[in-house]
């Protein structure tokens, strides 16, 4: 019953530094994706792939670098940390196709980042 | 630019009364999705609306989209301590199948016993 599951669940870095954030799904879904979560500002997308070798940009995607070698794993690279990436980041994937039912999303725990 | 704005940002309540959360946008979305999120989690998936002037209910929660399907409300009767916590819209604009969600800006909700 795992879903989907993003490690770590907490991390600091200091300015300058690299690192990736996990995530892998069990579901078998095509969509994935990564957002940001800041106060007041909701859920902002990162990048998003719809399935193996396919990924986007969001709409906040500087900074940040994905790829997608399965349809499980949807690791996201942090090249340089900065302090403005200091947020709370979430994974979510979901099935694909025509209907609006196919657009739930199933969310990880999160991934709080503080880049000092 | 946030597409979704939702109001009020935060809401402190007594337990027992009524309220009502307001999601709105210039955009139309083919489906409106309401989440709720917990500290520490994921948001969760609570409802679906596809139809403009849809209404769906929840035990005392209840969904309305807008009749333009710009705008969505959330409304809960007699509040309970465990209805606390973010209440996020997410708004699907149509992609070929593969339809991005965007999120509003969130309301973060207290129930006091």
């Known amino acids: 019953n795992a879903g989907v599951t993003q490690t770590p669940k907490f991390q600091v870095l200091k300015t300058g530094q690299s690192m990736t954030l996990q995530c892998a799904q069990d579901?078998?879904?095509?969509?994935m994706s990564w957002y940001r979560q800041d106060p007041g500002m909701g859920l902002r997308l990162i990048h998003y792939s719809v399935g193996a070798g396919i990924t986007d940009q969001g709409e906040v995607p500087n900074g940040y670098n994905v790829s997608r070698s399965t349809t499980e794993d949807f690791p996201l690279r942090l090249l340089s940390a900065a302090p403005s990436q200091t947020s709370v980041y979430f994974c979510?994937?979901?099935?694909?196709?025509?209907?609006?039912?196919?657009?739930?999303?199933?969310f990880g725990q999160g991934t709080r980042l503080t880049v000092v | 630019t946030q597409l979704l704005e939702q109001s009020p940002q935060f809401l402190s309540i007594q337990e027992g009364e009524n309220l009502t959360v307001y999601c709105n946008s210039s955009?139309?979305?083919?489906?409106l999705q309401w989440y709720r999120q917990e500290p520490g989690e994921g948001p969760v998936l609570l409802v679906t609306v596809v139809t403009g002037g849809e209404v769906k209910k929840l035990k005392r929660l209840t969904f309305q989209f807008g009749d333009a399907r710009k705008d969505s409300s959330l409304h809960i009767t007699a509040a309970q301590p465990g209805d606390t916590g973010l209440y996020l819209c997410a708004g699907a604009r149509p992609n070929f199948g593969n339809e991005k969600l965007t999120f509003g800006t969130g309301t973060r909700l207290t129930i006091i016993p």
């Open positions: 955009s139309v979305f083919s489906s």
């Open positions: 979510a994937s979901r099935s694909t196709g025509q209907g609006a039912m196919n657009t739930e999303a199933f």
């Open positions: 579901m078998n879904h095509e969509y």
